[in-house]
């Protein structure tokens, strides 16, 4: 996502308020509240992030420092990350047609499996596989490409994203270390500049995380909805229904699904914030949760098991299991 319209966390000092002072002197802050837990799917020590408080001491003047996301702008950024996300949506159906007649929707699981490995390999930042996933898709959508380039597209897709969202990308030589020199660095490099044309360098693409973060606001910031909602996310980028459906939309009904598992309410805030109501984002949030059991065997569901992510690709269809969830079709 281009730099100047990213939301970013920045300090703002607020005027100073009457606080309430310990005996020695120091400045106490009020608990933030702590939601419900839901020892279900998370360990009942995971609990809502506290409120985030810093007091500045200047002399014998105490500053509180409130972490905001540029609220001043918020309106007019997130109207133009939706313009930018209807211009920048691939085509739902190109698989097995005249653009790409050999290529089939179980090819392209494995194309996007195989990002997610690579994304893990590199520590890339979470942005950084949904763009890859995008370019590959606006692409594949463009061109016709044959059986045996599938994977070059992909790794290149992963590199232009990597060079837009990261610091620092990895050379040439280590992407096509990865597969296996297959191909080359000059095939790599000349791959690249043609992808770019074809997509004529927009890469202004919102991915869904930048939605997430803004509903989530509704929330405090509560990191349960995010993991959950990150982990239907990540398993909805394997499935052909959600190709061409927009990020703003499908991190919706992400959220939705885990305001749901989590047995909390979606709320008019919620509403406001994301700019869609349960009524829309209900025929998404099936789908979505079938993913659990669709892709339990995929790199994504193996991410999601470790300590690190509260094992939830084990606990939440167990929990989707007690609670009575029926696949369609089963």
């Known amino acids: 996502m281009n730099e100047m319209f990213r939301a970013k966390v920045v300090r703002i000092m607020t005027p100073r308020r009457s606080l309430r002072l310990s005996a020695n002197g120091r400045a106490v802050l009020p608990a933030a509240p702590l939601a419900p837990k839901c020892s279900q799917v998370f360990p009942d020590h995971v609990t809502p992030e506290a409120a985030i408080y810093e007091i500045c001491s200047n002399g014998a003047n105490p500053f509180e420092v409130e972490l905001v996301f540029l609220p001043e702008y918020a309106e007019e950024i997130h109207a133009y990350l939706r313009y930018k996300e209807g211009a920048t949506c691939p085509l739902s159906s190109y698989a097995g047609t005249a653009v790409q007649p050999e290529l089939t929707w179980d090819m392209r699981r494995v194309l996007v499996n195989w ?9 890339f930042a979470a942005e950084t596989f949904y763009l890859a996933v995008n370019v590959m898709d606006r692409f594949l959508a463009k061109r016709t490409v044959l059986v045996h380039n599938f994977h070059l597209v992909a790794v290149c897709a992963l590199m232009v994203a990597a060079k837009y969202e990261q610091a620092t990308a990895p050379p040439l030589s280590t992407m096509a270390a990865v597969c296996e020199d297959q191909y080359g660095v000059g095939v790599i490099k ?36 995010r993991i959950l909602a990150k982990y239907l996310l990540e398993l909805a980028q394997l499935d052909e229904r959600f190709v061409g459906i927009k990020p703003s939309v ?35 949030v099936s789908a979505l949760l079938e993913g659990c059991y669709m892709f339990s065997e995929s790199a994504v569901c193996e991410k999601y098991s470790r300590d690190e992510y509260y094992n939830i690709a084990r606990t939440l269809p167990e929990y989707l299991n007690s609670a009575g969830f029926v696949q369609r079709g089963s």
């Open 250 to 284: 499908l991190a919706a009904a992400a959220y939705l699904a885990a305001c749901k598992i989590l047995n909390l309410a979606w709320t008019d805030k919620h509403t406001r914030l994301a700019t869609y109501c349960p009524e829309q984002l209900f025929p998404y």
């Open 190 to 225: 000349t791959a690249e500049r043609y992808l770019l044309a074809k997509l004529q360098y927009d890469l202004g693409w919102p991915g869904p995380l930048t939605f997430v973060r803004r509903i989530n606001e509704g929330d405090g910031f509560d990191p349960r909805h």
């Open 115 to 123: 990002l997610v490995q690579l994304h893990a390999h590199f520590n």
